[in-house]
């Protein structure tokens, strides 16, 4: 019996996993029970967005967006209900009703280009070993290591030197529009349809569901240039959102908990043809953003390595994906900066983990591993330095030749940012002297400049958003007024990051009978049942979030309660302390002014009623009077 429309929805529902969905547009990072990252429906500086994977629901804390999985896809994917509806039941295996009217746009489309690759995929591995000329392509993947096994598994394949040979084959059973589409096919200068890819070795390339989707193709000739081509973006195809290897290497980057990025399709499959599973490279173009979200989804921790050529460009390749890594996880906090111990998975103290892999003797990861092996490669991986030290030894080489105060300079100046970045000031200090004594400058004077350079950045988990301004009235007169912000200040120091000064400390120093705004004791007796579990203050933030997730003017007076907890982010405990007994001392105070001034009120009302009872006395007795003269008239 086929399935009703809305057991259809009922059943896709079901089968969205909210933390799947909203990780393919949001970078999420776990903190207790739920996961937050930036709010992609408004500008949102610091993580807003918060993903309930046991109430399957997503809430911003911010701008309030809010829903279930269907919903945020709806928002971020630029397809009709319907649509998408389809979309998803095809993917779930779900048989949709005929008189529903679905008809997903180019859906049918795309579904023939894929399989239009699939078979040029198919046709171009059987050419390897058919082809009269095949053999140059075996020589060179032979000469790369490249056996069998690996050629089936990544469907490595051979473009025959003949203008028409993919599109006879393929042209009975595609359309001439379906085969352009998908990049297989192009128009000569007479007009007629020729093969795209000719006398190459055929890399297919699939997305992250191990469909084909596009090709990369290279040249094997002396002389043949371009060394590579690369189809053009397509309906089914964007670079900048695939990655090259992803389909074959999820699985081990999960298991790892860290993926390498390379700079190429053969240093991705001469490595894990070696056995190191976990790599994957852009398909080229430059390591984007969109890229790093995707990598998010399946790293835990968010360990990533860089492995690009030691060549000036690679270099550059690498300080530029290293730049566009901490782009998109810096809203998520501190990048991991020196090596106390390896971030475990699900650590929750750092944003991400960058290192590098330079294999020496200026080798790619493709050469080093063919030329020592993969023991000899995963010792380099082992010992990778981080992002950090890369950055700074890679500068400090220039310190050689650097001989003018001019150009020992223009070195600091580009050092500076670096050392700026380093939080724990042990370690910023251990650095500043290791550059002056490379530069063989005066390390005060560094210390000078990296303080001007430097600025105070609050935490960032849990902390509101740019555009959030807190409801707090400037120049504040009503004695009322001043004593709700009070209150709202003492309870923001339970959220205090970075406080020496323990949970249960703080229920001890602040009682709730202080308090006498309703919510904020609702908020208070909530924190108190929280502490009896939770030993931190970002566990505290998380729990008090979801406890009142749905709840919009509750989340809005949290957001404000951690906006005014930043401010007291880095007082020593006693200075906190001393805070706590002041903010106490001042709400006794203004709660007896508040008191003195209800009784006065008091006073006065029934002041106000005596003398107006005594006028009316007065008017009475001059009436009266008035009466009497009358009579005796």
């Given at each position: 019996?086929?399935?009703?429309y ?7 529902k079901?089968r ?6 909203v990780s393919?547009s ?5 903190s ?8 992609p ?9 918060c993903v309930?994977?046991?109430?399957g629901i ?9 829903g ?5 896809l709806l928002k ?8 998408l509806?389809a ?32 078979e ?14 095949s053999s140059?392509a ?7 290591s490249?056996?069998?096994s ?17 599109y ?7 359309s001439?529009?379906v085969l ?7 128009k ?5 349809w ?6 190459r070795?055929?890399?297919p390339?699939?997305n992250?569901?191990?469909e ?6 290279r040249?094997v000739?002396e ?16 670079k900048r959102?695939?990655l090259?290897?992803l389909y074959t ?18 240093d991705v499959?001469s ?8 790599c ?9 953003q ?10 835990k ?10 060549d000036?460009?690679g ?11 901490r782009e998109v ?6 990048i991991?900066?020196f090596?106390?111990?390896h971030v ?15 294999p020496p ?9 063919r030329?020592y ?9 082992k010992n ?8 700074l ?11 003018t105060p ?69 120049n504040?007169?009503k ?14 120091v339970y ?17 709730t ?9 609702i908020?208070k007796?909530?924190?108190d049942?929280f ?10 933030r ?5 406890e ?5 003017t ?6 404000e309660l951690?906006?005014i907890?930043?401010s007291f ?5 006693s ?5 706590i ?5 001042k ?10 001034k209800e009784?006065?009120?008091k ?8 003398i107006e009872?005594?006028?009316?006395q ?16």
């Amino acid at each position: 019996m086929a399935l009703s429309y809305d057991e259809v929805i009922s059943l896709i529902k079901d089968r969205l996993d909210i933390v799947d969905v909203v990780s393919q547009s949001v970078v999420l990072k776990k903190s207790g029970a739920n996961y937050w990252g930036l709010c992609p429906f408004h500008n949102d500086k610091k993580p807003s967005l918060c993903v309930s994977p046991s109430k399957g629901i997503y809430k911003c804390f911010s701008c309030g967006a809010g829903g279930d999985a269907l919903t945020f896809l709806l928002k971020t994917q630029n397809k009709d209900f319907k649509e998408l509806i389809a979309e998803l039941a095809e993917k779930f295996g779900i048989e949709l009703p005929k008189t529903a009217g679905f008809k997903p746009q180019n859906k049918e489309l795309k579904d023939e280009m894929k399989h239009a690759c699939k078979e040029a995929a198919r046709f171009y591995q059987k050419q390897l070993t058919l082809d009269k000329d095949s053999s140059k392509a075996m020589g060179y993947l032979k000469k790369r290591s490249i056996n069998d096994s690996i050629i089936d598994i990544f469907t490595l394949g051979w473009a025959p030197n003949d203008y028409h040979k993919l599109y006879d084959h393929l042209k009975g059973s595609f359309s001439d529009e379906v085969l352009e589409k998908a990049g297989l096919i192009l128009k000569s200068k007479t007009g007629h349809w020729i093969d795209r890819f000719r006398n190459r070795i055929i890399i297919p390339i699939q997305n992250e569901d191990g469909e084909y989707v596009a090709f990369g193709a290279r040249a094997v000739d002396e002389g043949q240039n371009p060394k590579y081509l690369n189809s053009a973006d397509s309906l089914i195809y964007n670079k900048r959102k695939i990655l090259f290897g992803l389909y074959t290497a999820k699985d081990y980057i999960k298991e790892e908990d860290a993926v390498i990025i390379m700079e190429g399709y053969f240093d991705v499959i001469s490595t894990q043809a070696h056995g190191i599973k976990n790599c994957v490279a852009s398909c080229g173009t430059a390591f984007t953003q969109e890229h790093v979200r995707l990598l998010s989804r399946y790293t835990k921790s968010r360990r990533i390595f860089l492995s690009f050529d030691t060549d000036s460009a690679g270099v550059n390749a690498t300080t530029k994906g290293g730049e566009t890594i901490r782009e998109v996880f810096s809203s998520l906090g501190n990048i991991k900066q020196f090596d106390e111990s390896h971030v475990a998975a699900g650590d929750e103290n750092y944003a991400c983990e960058i290192r590098v892999v330079s294999p020496p003797e200026g080798k790619d990861p493709d050469e080093y591993v063919r030329a020592y092996g993969a023991e000899a490669l995963k010792e380099h991986i082992k010992n990778a330095p981080l992002l950090i030290d890369f950055e700074l030894n890679n500068i400090l080489k220039q310190s050689h030749a650097a001989k003018t105060p001019q150009e020992k300079s223009k070195i600091v100046e580009d050092i500076i940012p670096i050392l700026c970045e380093i939080h724990n000031k042990v370690i910023q200090g251990e650095y500043i002297k290791m550059v002056a004594t490379a530069l063989d400058i005066d390390e005060s004077s560094l210390v000078q400049e990296v303080r001007k350079m430097a600025k105070y950045e609050p935490d960032n988990m849990f902390a509101p958003d740019s555009n959030f301004t807190p409801v707090v009235k400037s120049n504040v007169t009503k004695t009322s007024q001043i004593l709700e912000m009070t209150q709202k200040n003492l309870l923001s120091v339970y959220l205090v990051v970075g406080n020496q000064i323990t949970l249960p400390q703080i229920s001890e120093m602040i009682p709730t009978d202080i308090f006498t705004d309703e919510m904020l004791i609702i908020v208070k007796n909530t924190i108190d049942k929280f502490t009896q579990t939770v030993n931190n203050v970002r566990g505290l933030r998380e729990k008090l979030f979801t406890e009142f997730i749905e709840d919009t003017t509750m989340t809005q007076l949290l957001t404000e309660l951690v906006y005014i907890a930043d401010s007291f982010k880095g007082l020593p405990a006693s200075d906190l302390s001393q805070a706590i007994d002041d903010m106490k001392f001042k709400l006794s105070r203004l709660a007896n002014e508040e008191e003195t001034k209800e009784l006065k009120k008091k006073y006065s009302a029934a002041n106000d009623d005596d003398i107006e009872a005594l006028k009316l006395q007065m008017a009475l007795r001059d009436k009266l009077k008035l009466k009497l003269n009358g009579d005796n008239k």
